[in-house]
Nanobody
Framework: QVQLVESGGGSVQAGESLRLSCQAS????????MGWFRQVSGKQRQGVAT????????LYDASVKGRFTISYDSAKNTLYLQMNYLKPEDTAMYFC????????????????????WGQGTQVSVSS
């Protein structure tokens, strides 16, 4: 079991930055994929970025590539999402997710591939 708690959301103007954090506890050994997903009310949850703990293999959705950076600090068991140049279309509830894996390569980007979820943190970007 893995418990995940997000923080760092808020309301900002377009062009500003935010950093989301996700504290993991429980079974936090290596061999894990961590990801950020976002969801707008009435729409499906969308993958934003994933990272393979241990080798830092990352994957980004095209809509955030070049603006967002995902990272995992294994010493602190904390996942981060640095979001720069935010746009109004980035407005959503952001969720942290985790899954165990034996695959040394990349991580899946589909929400159904992740069994562990945080409660979410709201990000609102105004124009």
């Amino acid at each position: 079991q893995v418990q995940l708690v997000e923080s760092g959301g808020g309301s900002v103007q377009a062009g500003e930055s935010l950093r989301l954090s996700c504290q993991a506890s429980g079974n936090t050994g290596s061999g894990r994929c961590m990801g950020w997903f976002r969801q707008v009310s009435g729409k499906q949850r969308q993958g934003v970025a994933t990272v393979r703990a241990g080798n830092d293999n990352t994957l980004y959705d095209a809509s955030v590539k070049g603006r967002f950076t995902i990272s995992y600090d294994s010493a602190k068991n904390t996942l981060y999402l640095q979001m720069n140049y935010l746009k109004p279309e980035d407005t959503a509830m952001y969720f942290c997710a985790a899954r165990t894996t034996r695959d040394p390569g990349g991580c899946p980007s589909g929400s159904s591939d992740y069994p562990y979820w945080g409660q979410g943190t709201q990000v609102s970007v105004s124009s």
